[in-house]
């Protein structure tokens, strides 16, 4: 179904065997996902606009930091 997939033209029968791909891989695998991101994150004092979180990275909204005298 992979091979067939990457070599059909048609865009609606090539997306349908993707979606039945996915249904196969739900249906018949385990996935467990696994995450890992126990970094450190400091701020100097007075920095503010930052969203710290363990999710992303922290630099993602640089653009809204700014500082607080």
Do not use: F, H
């Amino acid at each position: 179904l992979w091979d067939a997939s990457r070599a059909e033209m048609d865009v609606v029968k090539r997306t349908d065997m993707i979606k039945k791909l996915n249904q196969i891989l739900i249906d018949d695998a385990v996935i467990v996902p696994i995450s890992n991101r126990n970094g450190a994150q400091v701020a100097k004092k007075g920095l503010k606009g930052m969203d710290i979180t363990a999710w992303d990275s922290n630099l993602w909204k640089i653009a809204y930091w700014y500082r607080q005298a």
